[in-house]
């Protein structure tokens, strides 16, 4: 059975026992978290989507929490000595889903 949830103004498909990289969710490594904004529930032919997805949900546990590769942010314009360099990491949270109750 897999699910999509929405978390972080972004959508992820899970399955039970997924290791999933998620924005910054402010809960302790070890806690449980619990999505409940579901977009689609299914397996196989049977799938569930729109006002019946939304009774679902979806609980994971924190694994870890921490802050991403550092990535470059470079502008130039040329011939008008203009250089900007910036860095940017961002935060993450990783979660294992362990289950999806419809």
Do not use: P, W
């Amino acid at each position: 059975m897999y699910a999509v949830i929405k978390t972080g103004g972004k959508q992820y498909r899970v399955q039970e026992g997924d290791l999933l990289r998620v924005e910054k969710l402010d809960v302790e490594t070890g806690k449980k978290v619990t999505f409940d904004d579901v977009l689609m529930v299914g397996e196989g032919e049977s799938i569930k989507a729109g006002e019946d997805a939304a009774k679902a949900s979806v609980t994971g546990v924190v694994t870890e929490s921490g802050r991403g590769q550092k990535i470059v942010v470079f502008k130039k314009r040329r011939r008008k000595n203009y250089r900007l360099t910036q860095g940017h990491r961002q935060s993450f949270t990783s979660v294992r889903i362990e289950k999806i109750k419809e």
